[in-house]
């Protein structure tokens, strides 16, 4: 039988709607599985309930062969036997402690001359040579981020849980750390659990991701699966799909689908599981904006419009445009000022078939 986690958990709390979160999936010695889902949906919960901070109700948690907690069995295996590292939010560094402080804790069941090795490979193995003596608050967010990380995985835990590991950190440094924190999970072979509510990062850390929403998981699969195919409208929504509108499937024939959305009719790639009766998604970086009457291009879908609104997102801008039903796009601020868009602005909106998802409402 093939390595798994499975996670069933009811955990309620006043006032607030409970947690039933359920998934299942396989294990393998360097999986990042990402807990996706706005703030509130149940995902630091479920993270803190694997790790034993948090004791649910009900339910059965089993990593690998190891049931930690089974409540109708009343097994609830502490904190400290389940062998895993935990990495909190605000990192929860000790003040007074110094970096090798900080990361030795933990190790009490090493000697000495154990302890200090160890501590020297970690200070090797998250680049933090020379800093051995610092305390957090001399260090960058970047550095305390992997004093933390550092210190979760010197005991050589089973399981790393890490709980919004870049939320802490300024978005420079914050898009640095992605790639470097990836690398660093590859490089452990080490199974992680990461919560995160950012696209980007889910994207690019993570190789099984599980949508979460009040306190359910909706939907299961790697990333791009999900972000692209999402299993339905709930989905799409809480992974930023930004269009998702009711359309209609009148055709279908040569691989490819004619759906309309009002009066408007649109092309989409056939998929077999869309019934009559379908959401229609479009993620607003697969949508090329125009000057209406700009030349022809080799996308399937044109259609006219006006800019209903136009908000700004930093170096990008989401426009928002009427076409018989209301379609949103990003494109950069550059953009934005070369085609001088304003509210009001007829424009030409064009995304390829592949683009429009489409998700059965049956």
């Not at 393998?28 to 790790?51: E, Q, W």
């Not at 957090?136 to 005991?155: C, D, I, K, T």
Request: net charge neutral; with cysteine.
């Amino acid at each position: 039988m093939a390595a798994e986690m499975i996670v069933d958990v009811t955990k309620t709390f006043p006032g607030r709607k409970s947690i039933h979160a359920s998934l299942r999936y396989p294990v393998a010695s360097s999986t990042v599985l990402i807990l996706f889902g706005p703030s509130g949906s149940g995902k630091t919960t479920v993270l803190r309930s694997m790790a034993g901070l948090e004791r649910p109700e009900a339910g059965r948690i089993q990593f690998l062969s190891r049931v930690w907690l089974d409540t109708d069995l009343r097994i609830n295996v502490p904190p400290q036997d389940r062998q895993i590292g935990y990495m909190a939010q605000n990192y929860a560094l000790f003040p007074n402690y110094s970096v090798a402080g900080n990361i030795a804790y933990g190790l009490e069941d090493l000697t000495l001359t154990e302890r200090q090795q160890r501590v020297r490979e970690m200070v090797e193995l998250f680049q933090l040579t020379g800093l051995e003596e610092a305390k957090p608050r001399e260090l960058s967010g970047g550095q305390q981020q992997r004093v933390a990380l550092a210190r979760a995985v010197a005991p050589r835990p089973q399981l790393l849980l890490l709980d919004e590991p870049l939320s802490a950190l300024d978005a420079p440094t914050r898009l640095q750390l992605r790639g470097e924190l990836r690398s660093l999970l590859k490089q452990l072979a080490l199974p992680s659990i990461i919560v995160t509510h950012d696209w980007a990062e889910a994207l690019t850390l993570g190789d099984m991701m599980a949508v979460m929403s009040d306190g359910a998981v909706l939907q299961m699969g790697t990333p791009q699966e999900v972000f692209c195919r999402p299993v339905n409208a709930d989905v799409a929504r809480v992974v930023g799909v930004e269009t998702v509108v009711q359309g209609t499937l009148v055709d279908a024939r040569e691989g490819l689908a004619t759906v309309r959305v009002g009066a408007v009719s649109l092309t989409a790639v056939v998929e077999a599981t869309a019934g009559a009766e379908v959401f229609v998604c479009i993620r607003a970086e697969d949508v090329t904006l125009e000057l209406a009457g700009a030349g022809p291009t080799s996308a399937r879908n044109h259609l006219q419009g006006t800019v209903s609104a136009i908000a700004s997102l930093g170096a990008l801008a989401r426009v928002t445009i009427e076409c018989g039903f209301s379609l949103v796009a990003v494109i950069t601020r550059s953009a934005l000022t070369e085609l001088a868009l304003t509210v009001g602005s007829s424009v030409r909106a064009s995304f390829k078939a592949g683009s429009v998802h489409l998700i059965s409402r049956q």
